[in-house]
């Protein structure tokens, strides 16, 4: 009777036992209120059949009985329905079990509402809560209101450190508050992304994205805004470090082009320097010691001598110049450089130096090496027109490290950029060349190396160079040089190979001088047939590197391969070393003059082959 009473009145009733959650019993009422039949209720767990929220709620309705509880059970269909429960703890065949009255409790709207708010926000805060990036929501005046635990490690806080005081405070550098930043992005259409550095609570600095949304009020008045922040430090930095890579990279390649155009330019413009140079030796010696042309044909010599320094150091830059690496210190080289140097940097200037206290074994030309040291610290002095301390550094380490700073006016970054390229320049017209960093640059790169300027407008200039270590041993001296004085009477037959007319008429006109005999040919075909025709009359392959079609090198290696060859000497304005050491020969480098022509043929004809 009291069953079918309870019934009637639609209250449902049900027994779950505590052990397990599980339904054991539970009326009609009770499923038609869950949207299921009582078959579908009885034997399953509480939580499934939408009896309780989840598998935790069972043991706080345990905690209230006896008494009420004021709950929301979900039907089959999803619905949440708010109930109020008679909660009471009995035994049902020896288990300790709940017993519930249910019925749905007649709420009005607005507490149903939050009720459901309630139970929303929950869901939304594990959300927040569990989430890997940070959050915060900031009041009108940008105070922290609400901030994820995600957020407060970021910045190294706890969460209750955080809340009320102002985002600006975690902010690094000039940036605009959030909720200007929310503003601003609503009005733009919607809330964007923008990468800025925070502040953290030991003092470090870490790059976020940072996606700020505006919260109004009903009458659309600001109350805030809520920032999703995402740790992007990693990121960035490897972005800024591809980008640098990016940058350098280019810079190379743009240095590459501009290195084969120089050394294009310096080819043939050692040429045209070897006719001024002689011609004009060829008129001097004609001319009375007493005739006044003879001061006018020196200055032109003069002129053709520095104009072929220029071009010395255009091959340096453009690694074509031959070299003749040994193991050497970095530290002795800048010890005996400082000493020059100290004599004539000028007054105003100091020189000081911090070397590595053990050796810095480089392999590098030693000549050039110097004047790499030279080039720096005289570029150093020139930017300190007020005097100032030049510093040189040596390190050694996976690398060895040349470090030349001064206290100069710097540079901006596009000016350091174009630093090492040729004929740029900083200086007043005439009082530079442009070519110092750029054979820096050359000798560098021909050794393996690489270097890099530091530069700011006001802080001075650091110019850093870096070249492998060594893996031989300290070479016991300087390399040995050919003595070009061998003799020799002038006989002989050069087979002179030489593409540009006017200075293959110049090197016939000097061998000719001196006694020799010249096969001439344009280019390494006609070169060939003459040698066939004259095998065992050539006493010498005289013969340019650079030509159209077959090189001098591969026209070596051909009369070498027909046979037992003669000695070869190259001319060239630019090589690389391997092109001696790899065709047998000697090398001259153009432009040249007869005396060094002549020096160079007799020491090729005394070596044997």
Not at 97 to 117: I, K, P, T, W, Y
Not at 201 to 225: H, K, N, P, Q
Not at 471 to 488: H, I, K, Q, R
Not at 530 to 543: A, F, H, K, Q, W
């Amino acid at each position: 009777m009291l069953s079918r009473l309870v019934e009637a009145l639609g209250v449902g009733t049900a027994a779950i036992r505590l052990s397990d959650g599980c339904v054991t019993d539970a009326n009609g009422a009770l499923a038609r209120m869950l949207g299921r039949d009582r078959s579908e209720v009885v034997g399953r767990l509480a939580s499934e059949v939408g009896l309780v929220p989840e598998p935790l709620a069972l043991e706080r309705l345990a905690a209230a009985a006896p008494g009420r509880v004021e709950t929301v059970v979900t039907t089959r269909a999803g619905v949440e329905r708010a109930v109020d429960l008679a909660v009471d703890r009995v035994e049902i065949e020896g288990e300790p079990s709940l017993e519930l009255a249910v019925r749905v409790a007649h709420l009005g709207d607005q507490r149903v509402a939050e009720q459901a708010l309630r139970a929303s926000e929950q869901r939304y805060r594990g959300i927040v809560e569990s989430a890997s990036d940070g959050v915060w929501m900031l009041d009108e005046l940008d105070r922290i209101s609400f901030v994820n635990r995600a957020m407060a490690e970021m910045l190294g806080f706890e969460v209750h450190e955080l809340l009320g005081r102002r985002a600006m405070e975690f902010m690094a550098g000039d940036v605009e508050p959030v909720g200007h930043l929310a503003l601003r992005q609503r009005r733009e259409g919607g809330p964007t992304r923008r990468e800025l550095r925070m502040r953290r609570r030991d003092g470090g600095e870490i790059w976020v994205e940072m996606s700020a949304t505006r919260l109004e009020d009903e009458d659309g008045r600001y109350t805030g805004a809520v920032s999703l922040v995402a740790d992007m430090t990693e990121r960035h930095r490897a972005r800024v470090a591809r980008e640098e890579l990016e940058l350098r990279l280019q810079q190379a390649q743009r240095l590459e082009t501009v290195g084969q155009l120089a050394g294009g330019v310096a080819h043939d413009f050692n040429n045209l320097l070897a006719v001024i140079l002689n011609y004009a030796h060829f008129v001097r010696q004609q001319l009375p010691e007493d005739s006044e042309l003879r001061a006018d044909l020196e200055e032109i010599r003069h002129a053709a001598e520095r104009a072929s320094e220029l071009t010395h150091q255009l091959l340096v830059f453009s690694r074509r110049e031959t070299v003749q690496p040994v193991v050497l210190d970095l530290n002795t080289v800048v010890t005996d450089t400082e000493r020059l140097l100290a004599r004539s940097i000028g007054e105003g200037v100091s020189l000081v130096s911090r070397l590595a206290d053990g050796p810095c074994l480089v392999e590098a030309d030693p000549a050039q090496l110097e004047q790499v040291v030279v080039n720096l610290v005289v570029n150093a002095r020139d930017a300190m027109t007020g005097g100032g301390r030049i510093l040189i550094e040596t390190t050694a380490g996976e690398q060895v490290v040349l470090s030349i700073s001064d206290e100069g006016h710097g540079m901006e970054a596009e000016v350091a950029a174009r630093a090492f390229e040729p004929f740029f320049t900083t200086k007043p017209k005439g009082a530079g060349t442009g070519l110092g960093l750029a054979t820096v640059y050359g000798t560098v790169t021909q050794a393996g190396g690489h270097a890099e300027i530091e530069s700011e407008p006001g802080s001075g200039t650091t110019v850093r160079v870096y070249l492998p270590v060594a893996s031989g041993s300290l070479s016991p001296g300087e390399p040995a040089t050919v003595d070009g004085g061998n003799g020799g009477d002038g006989s002989g037959t050069i087979l002179l190979v030489e593409d540009e007319d006017a200075v293959r008429e110049l090197t016939r006109r000097i061998l000719a001088g001196s006694g020799f005999e010249c096969l001439e040919a344009t280019g390494a075909e006609e070169a060939l047939r003459l040698y066939d025709e004259n095998r065992d009359r050539v006493s010498l392959l005289l013969t340019d590197v650079v030509m159209p079609g077959m090189s001098g090198q591969e026209l070596a290696e051909r009369i070498a391969g027909a046979g037992s060859g003669p000695p070869v000497l190259f001319m060239s304005g630019y090589t690389d070393e391997s092109v001696v050491s790899g065709a047998g020969g000697r090398m001259l480098r153009k432009p040249f003059t007869a005396d060094a022509l002549l020096r160079g043929v007799r020491d090729a004809l005394g070596r044997t082959v």
